[in-house]
Each structure stands twice: as structure tokens, then as C-alpha cells.
């Protein structure tokens, strides 16, 4: 977080000031629906190494961000782009490979523990999951738990009701807070001061957002004065949250952005194929990432007719005629 | 009339919605099966997704559960918070109906959808439980769809991710579960339910064509076949809003 000031600036600056070598990331999203795609290019670009990753189910991002081997650690509850890949493919292979180490949980319990983490509070709890592997298999052992101050002893704690049997409930699944160093999310519109304004589904991202220590937003559309202010009731994230924006018209490419543009069907699956072969994707890690020093590059590669395909209708706030086949 | 297996599946999940139900969706052939008892035998039913939309209009078939195609005409547009706690709280969870899949199904209809192999370094990773472990904690009944096959039908787990009835008769109530439990699954072969008593898997169902003894030759477990009736193959009425209204561009069929 940070109080005053402009906070406009380069992701190329923003990644550099706030996402370290070692550091514990969330991103915004979820599957194939606006992930800070720029974002993640710009880490990919920077090398940045041994991140410590959490993801509900954050998909694209998630694999781009494994498969170019900026994650170590990797606590998750889904690695999946929906049809394009019922498995991330990349996310797969590390996980089979012992490239990375994981931990699982699930959707309600990572969305959970950020708000907790948001909340200041060491724990939540719920009625998810008892019974389970998700309670029972650690990905993580106690050993390196107690090694690593930044992750708790426990995984998850069954602990019986204390209030009784108040609310019919005897048991319950206490999950750990999460306060990541940096959490990175795309939105539609956000002004100077990180004022955030989210169309359509926000998935965990406010959430994730105040949980972090910092913030860096991109947005399709930068707003240099006040008059998010005119309509407040529509704005999610106040400003005091953020530590960093940055304007990136498609920035959530090939993801989703409600209103804005659809998802890439054409990448997406050019993607899932590349990612099958490990010379193909790191073909395409140097050609679609690097050879692009910004995503303005990455875009004119795609070219104005791909994206003129993906552009949403005013109506449906997607593209209604977009072939997906 | 012609038809395929992933239609009659489809048509069979359907069957089993009702009005005033509230299905819970993912991605895939879940998301058709809630989309056709829409269009054809429970117009009433209230479709509902992980990621905080409820009611979507979706006039045209979403490819994942955060898809852009389900915000639209929703009656609201939330997050993955929102979702959660209406399954959770058992005032709305009770009238939820989860459809789920995975990669492994036990005879107590307990679900894998995490590693085939050890945990660590295993031969196959999936996705992981995403929501399902949650849905099928909190909700009244699950359908479960599965592909009919030895490999997948196991008589052990490599990863309990999503609860069926645990270790059987009284494990459910004993962990304090609140949902109800798996209700039926659905196979490219047939459908079976769970007992009462034992509350183990049996064979309710099969498709023309199909006999009980194929559908055990694909398991790796015995179930009871003495209830099992043949399913009524899929109307004319039945395949043409399938196919003309739920997905015309084939997307999942």
C-alpha cells in the first residue's frame, strides 16, 4: 500500500521495484479471464526466479508463469484454461517432473485465506474438505515449514466447533491467512491514485488486492483526473491499496476482459499445442516473449485483425460472433 | 434417430434437474447438461457458477466457468466469495445440485481429480479440486459425470479430492459434512445411484444398446446390477434443443 501520490509508471519499473527474486506473488483472474497477461510477460522478460505462487485458479497466467521457470513454490487449488486446457499443460509437466513444488487446496479455501490475510486476522474458518487428501497430503513438509518463516507449520487444522454446536456445525477446516508480497491484477478502468473500477465477475481479485503488501494494477483505460469519484458505488478498490498503475490497453490478452475484448481462441490453442513439446514452447517463450520487448510489440504481432476479432460488443460485453471452434 | 454417447449423457444429466433447482456447473459437458434442462425439462432451474454469476442469460455455451459469456444478463455479478457462501450456508446450499467429473470415482462415489501415482512427482497431474471439493462438502446432491472405464472406476483412490460418502454408511455425518452426497453418476455407458443403506454405488441404469455386464466389465469394482432398467434413448424434441439450442456451433458435442 501506499497513501499519496501519483502512482502511474512502467511495468517495466513497476515489476522491477516490486517483484524480487524469491518473493511470494498473487495474480489476479481466473482461467482464461483477465490475468495481468502484460504482467506476466514483463516478469518472464525480467527472469525473475524462485517465486513463491498463489493461485485459486488462475490458469493462463499461472502456466506462462511455470513454464518459463519463475516458480518454486506453488500453493493452488486449479491449474486449468477451461476447454483450451482441462490441465495447464505446463503446469502439469512441472508438477510431474518435480520441477516446482505444490500444494493443493481448494477454491473456496484459497479465496478464503486471502481474506483473512486482508482481514488481519491468522485463520478463517469453514465447512470444506473434511474427510479429504486436501486436509490429510501435505505438499510442503513440517520440516520445511519450520524452516520457512514466511509459510505456517500447518497446512489446514480440523478443529472441533468451540461454540458448541451453535449453527448445527460440529467440525470445521481452518485454513492459514495469505499476505503476499505483491498481488498484480488487470482491470477496466483505474485513475492515478489506484482508484479501481472492475467489470463484470471480480472473481477473488479484491480480495488478493488487499491482502498484499503492494499492489500494481494495469488497466485498459487510465483515468488522469478524479471522476472515478463521480460514481463510487462502482468502484471495488480504493486507491490507498495500490502502490503502482499502469495503462496497458489489452493488457489481459489472450485473457478475457469483460466488455473490452473476448478471449483469443487462436492463441489459446496454438498455445496448448506449443506447450505439449518442450523445444516447441521454448520456441515459443523466445519468440512471443522476448522478441517482443513490450506487450505493445506482442500485440503488433498478433495484428489490428485479431484483435479487431476479439473486440467485445457493446451489448453482450463479449465477442458474439467470434468463432471458437 | 441417431445420437451419440456425449448427447445421451448429456440428456440423462438433464432428466435429473429440476424446477426450482439451482445447478452448480463447471466447464465442459456439466455446463451443457445444466444448459439443456434449461431448454428442455426444467426451464425454472437456476444456473449458477464458481466464480460469482447466478442466472446467467448464456445465449451462447460458455468454455469455462469465468468465460465472459456467463456475466452477461446475470442477476449479479460477484466473486468466487459470494458463490461459495451460498453452498456453505445451508438456507441456499440445500437446494443446490453440484455436477461434477474427475479423473477417479471409489464405489462410495468419493472423487479424485488431483494425481494418478504418488503425490510427489506423480505420473499424471490434473487440474486439482478447484471448486469441487467445496461443492461436494456443501450441497444437497451431486450428479457426477465419468468416462465408463476400468482405469477410472477404482477400488482405492490415488487422491481423495472431493468427499462422496467417504468410507460409507455414517462416515458423512461423522466428519460434519453438511451436504448430502453424491446422487447419481453418469457414464457414456449408463447411470447408477447409490444405496441408502450401504450407501455404495449400484447400477440404476444403461443405454440401449449397452448391457449391465459391459458396464461392469469397465470397473474395477463389483456393484449391484439388480435394479438396473434400460434409460430411454434421447427424444426427437430432446436432441433438437440440444443441439439447436445449447450448442449449435458443437463447441462440446
Not at chain 1, 487449488?77 to 487446496?105: L, M, P, Q
Not at chain 2, 462415489?109 to 510427489?120: A, F, K
Request: hydrophobic share 35%.
Amino acid at each position: 500500500m501506499k497513501i499519496n501520490g501519483n502512482k502511474i509508471m512502467s511495468i517495466e519499473d513497476a515489476v522491477k521495484t516490486y517483484v524480487k527474486d524469491g518473493c511470494h506473488l498473487s495474480i489476479g483472474g481466473f482461467t482464461i479471464n483477465r490475468n495481468p497477461m502484460a504482467a506476466v510477460y514483463e516478469i518472464i522478460r525480467q527472469k525473475i526466479r524462485d517465486v513463491h505462487l498463489y493461485a485459486h485458479s488462475n490458469g493462463q497466467g499461472v502456466d506462462e508463469l511455470v513454464g518459463a521457470g519463475v516458480v518454486k513454490n506453488l500453493e493452488i487449488a486449479y491449474g486449468g484454461s477451461g476447454k483450451f486446457a482441462s490441465t495447464c499443460i505446463r503446469f502439469r509437466k512441472a508438477v510431474e517432473e518435480k520441477k516446482i513444488n505444490v500444494e493443493d487446496y481448494s477454491n473456496y479455501q484459497m479465496t478464503l485465506r486471502f481474506l483473512a490475510g486482508s482481514m488481519g486476522v491468522p485463520f478463517l474458518p469453514t465447512r470444506s474438505g473434511m474427510g479429504t487428501d486436501i486436509v490429510n497430503i501435505w505438499g510442503f513438509s513440517p520440516e520445511a515449514r519450520k524452516q520457512n518463516t514466511r509459510i505456517p507449520n500447518d497446512k489446514l487444522i480440523e478443529i472441533e466447533n468451540p461454540f458448541g454446536e451453535w449453527g448445527d456445525t460440529k467440525k470445521l477446516i481452518l485454513v492459514p491467512a495469505i499476505n503476499p508480497d505483491v498481488t498484480i491484477i488487470h482491470v477496466q478502468q483505474a485513475d492515478y491514485r489506484g482508484n479501481c473500477r472492475i467489470d463484470g465477475l471480480t472473481f477473488a481479485d479484491v480480495e488478493q488486492a488487499k491482502a498484499a503488501k503492494n499492489l500494481i494494477v494495469t488497466c485498459e483505460e487510465l483515468i488522469d483526473d478524479d471522476s472515478l469519484k463521480n460514481q463510487p458505488d462502482r468502484n471495488q478498490i480504493p486507491f490507498i491499496h495500490a502502490d503502482a498503475v499502469i495503462h496497458i490497453p489489452y493488457g489481459a490478452f489472450p485473457t478475457a476482459c469483460f466488455r473490452c475484448y473476448d478471449y483469443d481462441p487462436v492463441f489459446l490453442k496454438e498455445y496448448a499445442r506449443l506447450a505439449k513439446d518442450d523445444t516447441q514452447y521454448h520456441s515459443y517463450i523466445e519468440d512471443t516473449i522476448f522478441k517482443n520487448p513490450t506487450h505493445r510489440d506482442l500485440l503488433d504481432s498478433i495484428g489490428r485483425k485479431r484483435l479487431e476479432m476479439i473486440s467485445a460488443d457493446e451489448n453482450h460485453g463479449y465477442a458474439k460472433n467470434l468463432d471458437r471452434r | 434417430m441417431d445420437y451419440t454417447p456425449k448427447e445421451m449423457m448429456t440428456i440423462a444429466a438433464a432428466r435429473e434437474i429440476r424446477n426450482d433447482d439451482i445447478v452448480f456447473c463447471g466447464t465442459g459437458i456439466s455446463m451443457l447438461a445444466a444448459m439443456a434442462a434449461k431448454n428442455i425439462n426444467a426451464p425454472q432451474s437456476v444456473i449458477f457458477f464458481e466464480t460469482g454469476a447466478i442466472d446467467s442469460k448464456l445465449e451462447d455455451l460458455p468454455l469455462a466457468v469465468a468465460d465472459p459469456r456467463i456475466m452477461y444478463q446475470s442477476s449479479s455479478n460477484a466473486g468466487l466469495l459470494e458463490a461459495f457462501a451460498t453452498m456453505q450456508n445451508q438456507i441456499t446450499g440445500r437446494h443446490v445440485v453440484g455436477i461434477l467429473g474427475a479423473a477417479q470415482i471409489d464405489i462410495f462415489g468419493n472423487l479424485n481429480s488431483t494425481v494418478i501415482g504418488d503425490y510427489e512427482g506423480p505420473d499424471v497431474r490434473f487440474s486439482g479440486s478447484g471448486g469441487a471439493c467445496d461443492v461436494a462438502s456443501f450441497v444437497a446432491r451431486s450428479i457426477i459425470f465419468m468416462t465408463q472405464e476400468k482405469r477410472k472406476f477404482k477400488k482405492k483412490l490415488d487422491y481423495l479430492t472431493t468427499p462422496g460418502y467417504l468410507e460409507g454408511p455414517g462416515a458423512r455425518e461423522k466428519a460434519d459434512l453438511p451436504g448430502g452426497g453424491p446422487d447419481k453418476v453418469i457414464t457414456n455407458m449408463g447411470m447408477m445411484g447409490f444405496d441408502d443403506q450401504t450407501r455404495q454405488m449400484y447400477l440404476k441404469g444403461y443405454y440401449p444398446g449397452i448391457t449391465p455386464d459391459k458396464i461392469l466389465q469397465n470397473m474395477e469394482f463389483e456393484i449391484d446390477i439388480t435394479r438396473a432398467q434400460e434409460i430411454h434413448p434421447p427424444s426427437a424434441n430432446e436432441l433438437s434443443l440440444l443441439r439447436e439450442k445449447c450448442d449449435p456451433q458443437r463447441l462440446i458435442l
